[in-house]
C-alpha cells in the first residue's frame, strides 16, 4: 500500500471532522462543496485553465474536475458527483481512480444539470461553498 494510501483515512477523518465542527456551529446539517466552473474567453470556446476550489481539493485530489461536487452529511460517506461528460470533440476525464476512491460513494454525471438529483435538496440546512 502506498504512503499516501496509508495516510489518506487520517486527513478525512480530520477534514470530516472539522466540517463536524463547522456544521454544528453554523446550524447546519449537510456540506456541499463545489470544485469550481470553466472559464470561456470573450467570443471565444476556449476555456482558461481549471483551477479547482481549494475546498474542493482539501478533501480530495481531484485538482482537474470541473463541475463535480462534493455532497457530506455528518455520519455519512460522502458523496462524490463527479461530471464526465459524452463529448465527440474532447477526450472525457478518466474514471475516478486512486487510493482516495472507496472513500466516497462516486456518482458519474454527464451534463452538470444531472448533479441536482445528486445533492441534497436547497434549503437553510445545507451549507455550500
Known amino acids: 500500500m502506498s504512503r ?9 477523518a480530520h477534514v470530516t471532522a472539522a466540517a463536524d465542527r463547522a456544521l454544528a456551529r453554523a446550524g447546519r446539517e449537510q456540506l456541499v462543496v463545489a470544485s469550481g466552473r470553466l472559464r470561456y474567453r470573450f467570443l471565444d470556446d476556449l476555456a482558461y485553465p481549471f483551477k479547482a476550489n481549494p475546498h474542493f481539493k482539501w478533501w480530495l485530489p481531484l485538482t482537474d474536475a470541473p463541475d463535480c461536487w462534493i455532497a457530506y452529511t ?15 470533440w474532447h477526450v472525457p476525464p478518466a474514471d475516478p481512480s ?19 438529483r445528486h445533492l441534497p435538496a436547497a434549503s437553510n440546512r445545507t451549507a455550500l461553498i
Open 98 to 116: 486512486g487510493y482516495w476512491v472507496e472513500h466516497f460513494d462516486i456518482r458519474v454525471i454527464r451534463d452538470p444539470a444531472e448533479a441536482a
Open 74 to 88: 455528518p455520519g455519512q460517506r460522502p458523496v462524490l458527483v463527479y461530471h464526465q461528460p459524452a463529448d465527440y
Open 4 to 12: 499516501l494510501a496509508d495516510l489518506y483515512p487520517q486527513h478525512l
